[in-house]
């Protein structure tokens, strides 16, 4: 297979999604967390519904990223109950993988991603996301406003823990001996079904917020987790170049993931997209506009041996966009389209 672009980031499938996705030249479909029956696991003729749909769009369905927070959050935090949840998320991969979907993406972060502003102001005006460690740690011990920072539906779900970042509830020591103990599950069942799990960064990468350590904030962690899964071809990379990008060192990171996850096969798909600043304190921004070059970018992964899909993930949200941003999508869309056929060239040449 060949580097493409699918449309995705969202949870309901409607034939409008579809439609874009056809008119803008993707040739498939991602969903992230999609609408779906089950409160602890989902079933495999619900999500073969999804997959008919958009092969009957003439689209292929190149990924599921997320499962709901609370399908495996006592497995990420090591509480009682974990055995049960890891036996429904298994349930769930083999109900993922037997309705025809290749990749289920997953992260370790309990709490999920932060936010500090979701309006931040960036080219011409447009809002993005920001995250500023300094307003985190000058609200730590205000429990509503470090929910605030969260997902709205994650935020009030689960009880936070109220520290500041010196007093860990849950300690880094702990988080991997947790992820040691549900990847080792769960592998084995991805490996038997043929499907791939594909592990995001930690957004924003930083290492612990409201007292929960964090994993995968810079790339020792990543490299730790491809040994603990011993090579295992099932074992892959969500790699959002954003949150490599916001890490500590900034381009860097993003090259050195792309350097030495490629060649080993072991990117299963992209998140294109990039971020001004680094950790503690970063906005994101519209392609072109950050820390990476991203034309030197996707001749890397080309060279890499990458060859899944890219996808844009976040875009700053334009004048009279929609709640989707279908503007600010096509406009990254229609970059990394111009991008990839540039990479397609040079390596012809």
Known sequence: MTIRIAVGQFHDLTDERLRFAAQIGATGIQMNNPSLPGETRWEEKDLRALVQKVEAAGLKFEAIENVPTHFYHKAMLGLEGRDEQIENYRTTIRAVARAGVPILGYHFMPNSVWSTDRNAPTRGGALARRFDMAVVDANSTDLETLRSYMPTTLGHAFSMPLKSKEEAVITEE????????????????????????????????????????????????????????????????????????????????????????????????????????????????????????????????????????????????????????????????????????????????
């Open 174 to 349: 702990e988080m991997w001996a947790n992820y040691e103990y549900f990847i080792k599950a769960v592998l084995p069942v991805a490996e038997e079904e043929g499907i791939r799990l594909a592990l995001h960064p930690d957004d924003p990468p930083v290492p612990m917020l409201g007292g929960v350590a964090r994993l995968f904030y810079r790339q020792e962690g990543f490299k730790r987790a491809y040994e603990l899964a011993g090579g295992s071809k099932a074992w892959a990379l969500d790699l959002c170049l954003g949150c490599c990008s916001e890490m500590s060192g900034g381009k860097v990171n993003v090259t050195e993931m792309i350097e030495y996850f490629g060649p080993k096969g072991a990117i299963a798909y992209i998140h294109f997209r990039d971020v001004q600043g680094s950790v503690p304190d970063f906005t994101e921004c519209f392609i072109g506009d950050g820390n990476f070059d991203p034309a030197e970018v996707m001749v890397l992964l080309a060279k890499s041996g990458f060859d899944g899909f890219l996808l844009d993930d976040h875009v700053p949200k334009m004048d009279d966009d929609s709640t989707w941003n279908h503007r600010g999508r096509a406009h990254a869309i229609g970059y990394m389209q111009g991008l990839l056929r540039m990479a397609e060239f040079l390596r012809a040449a």
